[in-house]
């Protein structure tokens, strides 16, 4: 590709003025002379100094490039003009800008003389370093996601494992896995919504003991955020503390309390208190379960301190100490208080749920939560409409008879809103079976039950038993 340089000098000084608002410097190789012509945007992007200067072959250009990027350079741009008549390159300069790296992309197509001298080069840079950051920062943010999603995998693994081998029935397993997994998502949800940089000890007693009698459960302490690992370690003792307590502590009496405080200690850590009272005699158990287990040894190493649990006979106090590295600053982002367990729908086995003959729309992305809805609700009597997997296909599939509806409120990144709009507009009741969390109600204000994932499916049968009912 030829270029003539035939534009008039205001063309110029328009062009130059154009390119420097757009960002872009501009430079010229005249080989006829060997002078390389630097603008003065081009000159502050690169720290090559303005005006004309000899380029010495085209070296001069090169040597604002980064020892470690200079031959790639060099290379792509001579075999791009003598062969194309263009190259287009990216490369750091010498001189590191507020830490890091300045990054430059370099355009230029071959341009022929008036004069009938060689032909030169001309060409823009731009200053790229933030886009280049930004890259970087979303390779970074893609490897942490990959690394804790493989360490959540891992752990519910692990969890499942433990579980099953401390369970004697099949009905135990579920209700024990499910409330651990579901205590491990709240922990989860939170972190997420401080963008993980921490989670308050007083969201997670809540998201634990919220749920239960106000006169019976009582959490207090100051303002205090954990590291990610030491919420999650948290949570789980605390949901294991709260179904201890429910099964055979001060929970499982109406006259029962439970108690839990919190306070800093000197050496920067935490310590926790659980306290029962009013509640059955207690006395030491014969075995120890996974839950004891997890509290003696795996709360007290993450939180890098120990606990202790005490079996008076007047209720179980537990401590949880735990050093400063459990311990975080503020985050910029806080949450509100998580939803209170007391609005999850209650299992269908306690409920003793029955949708037979209800014809029931599952609208539902993920393929194996669709399917284990689908077999759920059929245990329930339901016929069931789809399982949709796409927005168009849940559309298509309401001119048929619907009683119900489940939906997940995101469907591969697109909204359920125009399915529960129509089902509103017939007066068909849904449910919002999801993974987005916060205390904000149902998705786009409506007045809809929501179950969190993850979750029972028979929570899910509950739910749409009573929305029928």
């Known amino acids: 590709m030829n270029v003539k340089v035939t534009a008039r000098s205001q063309d110029r000084e328009h062009l130059e003025s154009a390119l420097q608002a757009a960002g872009f410097g501009t430079f010229e190789w005249r ?31 090169f040597s604002c490039v980064h020892p470690e990027d200079r031959a790639r ?33 370099a355009c230029a197509v071959r341009a022929t003389d008036p004069a009938g001298g060689p032909p030169g080069v001309i060409g823009v840079a731009q200053d790229i370093s933030e886009r280049k950051f930004e890259d970087s920062q979303r390779q970074t943010l893609m ?18 494992f433990q579980t099953a081998k401390r369970t004697t029935s099949l009905d ?12 491990m998502g709240s922990a989860n949800e939170l972190l997420t919504a401080a963008r993980w940089r921490g989670a308050a000890v007083d969201h997670l007693a809540a998201a634990e003991l919220g749920g239960l009698a106000p006169s019976q459960t009582r959490w207090e302490g100051p303002e205090l955020f954990l590291t990610p690992r030491a919420a999650n370690a948290l949570s789980l003792a605390l949901h294991e503390l709260v179904t201890n307590a429910l099964k055979y502590g001060a929970l499982s009496s109406d006259k029962g309390r439970v108690d839990v405080r919190w306070r800093r200690i000197a050496d920067g850590g935490f310590e926790l208190t659980w306290t029962e009272s009013g509640g059955p005699t207690v006395s030491t158990p014969a075995h120890r379960g996974f839950g004891s287990t997890l509290l003696a040894q795996v709360t007290g190493r ?17 401590l949880l100490r735990a050093g400063p590295s459990a311990v975080v600053e503020r985050p910029e982002t806080v949450p509100q208080a998580p939803p209170q367990r007391a609005a999850e729908v209650a299992p269908t086995a306690e409920r003793g749920c029955n949708l037979k003959g209800a014809r029931i729309l599952i609208v539902e ?34 001119d048929q008879k619907i009683d119900a509806a489940v939906l997940d409120a995101n469907l591969n990144g697109r909204s359920v809103t125009p399915v529960a709009e ?14 987005y969390g916060g205390a904000a109600g149902a998705p786009a204000g409506f007045d809809a039950p929501i179950i969190r994932k993850p979750y029972d499916v028979t929570q899910v049968a509950a739910a749409v038993s009573d929305l029928l009912n």
Not at 73 to 89: K, Y
Not at 143 to 158: F, I, P, T, W
Not at 366 to 391: F, R
């Open 31 to 61: 080989r006829a002379d060997d002078i390389l012509v630097v603008s003065p945007q081009m000159s502050a992007i690169t720290g090559l100094p303005a005006g004309e200067k000899l380029a010495n072959g085209g070296q001069a250009f």
């Open 73 to 105: 350079v060099e290379a792509a741009a001579r075999a791009g003009i003598t062969g194309e008549g263009r190259f287009d390159v990216e490369f750091r300069t010498l001189e590191p800008r507020d830490g890091h790296s300045v990054w430059i992309r």
């Open 143 to 160: 490897s942490e996601l990959d690394h804790r999603v493989k360490n959540v995998l891992a752990a519910v693994q692990a969890l499942a």
């Open 172 to 183: 135990s397993f579920l209700q024990t896995f499910a409330g651990r997994l579901k205590s």
């Open 302 to 318: 993450e939180l890098n301190g120990l606990t202790e649990v005490e079996f008076n006979p007047a209720g179980v106090r537990v």
């Open 365 to 398: 992305d993920a393929v194996l939560l669709a399917l284990e809805l689908e077999t759920g609700l059929q245990e329930a009597g339901a016929e069931i409409i789809g399982p949709a997997y796409e927005l168009e296909e849940a559309m298509a599939l309401l």
């Open 422 to 435: 129509a089902l509103a507009a017939r007066g068909v009741p849904f449910v919002f079976a999801t993974g």
